[in-house]
């Protein structure tokens, strides 16, 4: 899904009152993840609904410079929307739970234990268009009746001990799910959970595989002591999924000839004695070669000037002529 039709699909959920809205927690029981239903007093659902809505414009609608890329193929860059497109952990799995099934139970403070609940799942929509967003529940928004609070009574003076279990919902969100498509919004909360570290090295393990395939390296297994560096592993994931230079089926002496007069990469890389291969002997020279076959060293066709660039979002001849006109 690009931008265009994500923004589209967005915009249904915006300014429309005849939607509804159901909110889940997660939680997480014996390593096993099970969504239950809030049950919500019907007068507050209409301002919870316009919490996050209002969220949905203000952080993704309202953002020009927003741009809508693969999970493989993140980088350094910032207002950045990724799709998922790599294995889906277990606790996401929830999401599809909540918009295939209606008869999710209810939340019991009878047998629910609050301090389980380890993210919420807002569901918005009709019979037709859902949307769900995950919000991850730190501790901190999590308040049971062993801790000490205190609130304002009548007063304005007094202060009283709360003696009710609660927790704190604000507007942020990290995930979204909408028209089976899953999006990142908070790339750092992805990297710190949900296992992603072990996805990561997995995908980039197939990497590996598909760069000993196109037979570039005189020692491609020295890739493989580098894949315990998640930020090195994240690189090499966009390689087998899309890596641009291997897609389009470029000849290896073309891009050994590339090396040898690119200043970016020129002088940088060692061969083998023949010259048609690379061999990789420091960690710069395995940085260098991902950049390589990720295609991110350019040359300006007007200027000339070289590039190492991370951000290359594709633009179509058919869409340079719709911004022109």
């Given amino acids: 899904m ?26 997480k029981k014996d390593e096993s993840f099970m969504p239950k239903a809030l049950d919500i007093k019907d007068n507050d659902v209409a301002s919870l609904t316009q919490l996050f809505t209002t969220s949905i414009s203000q952080n993704l609608l309202h953002k020009e410079e927003l741009s809508v890329l693969p999970l493989s193929s993140s980088d350094e860059r910032k207002n950045v929307i990724y799709e998922y497109d790599l294995e889906i ?15 999710i139970p209810k939340f019991s403070f009878q047998t629910d234990d609050f301090l389980d609940i380890k993210a ?93 395939q196109i037979k570039l390296l005189e020692n491609p297994e020295t890739l493989k002591e580098l894949i315990e560096d998640v930020t090195f592993a994240r690189k090499l994931t966009k390689v087998a999924k899309n890596s641009p230079v291997i897609k389009t089926g470029i ?9 040898l007069t690119h200043p970016a990469v020129k002088g940088k890389l060692r061969y083998n004695q023949t010259k048609d291969k690379i061999q990789l002997d420091t960690k710069v020279s395995k940085n260098l070669f991902v950049k390589l076959l990720n295609d991110d060293f350019l040359t300006s066709e007007l200027t000339k000037l070289y590039y190492d660039s991370l951000a290359k979002d594709g633009v179509s001849e058919e869409q340079s002529t719709n911004d022109i006109n």
Avoid at 2 to 27: A, M, P, R, W
Avoid at 197 to 207: G, N, P, R, Y
């Fill in 2 to 27: 690009n931008k265009k039709q994500l923004i589209e699909s967005l915009n249904f959920f915006i300014n429309n009152d005849q939607l509804g809205i159901t909110v889940y927690c997660l939680l």
């Fill in 89 to 103: 952990p277990e606790e996401l799995k929830s999401l599809d739970t909540i918009l295939s099934t209606d008869n």
């Fill in 120 to 212: 919420l799942l807002i569901e918005i929509g009709n019979n037709e268009n859902q949307i769900v967003l995950y919000k991850t529940m730190a501790p901190i928004n999590i308040f049971g009746r062993k801790s000490f609070f205190l609130k304002q009574v009548l007063s304005n003076e007094r202060f009283e001990k709360i003696n009710e279990d609660f927790i704190r919902i604000s507007s942020g969100f990290q995930l979204l799910k909408v028209n089976n498509s899953l999006f990142v919004i908070d790339l750092e909360t992805i990297e710190k959970f949900f296992g992603f570290h072990d996805i990561i090295k997995k995908e980039a393990t197939q990497s590996l595989d598909v760069i000993e």
């Fill in 251 to 259: 000849p290896n002496k073309d891009i050994i000839g590339f090396t």
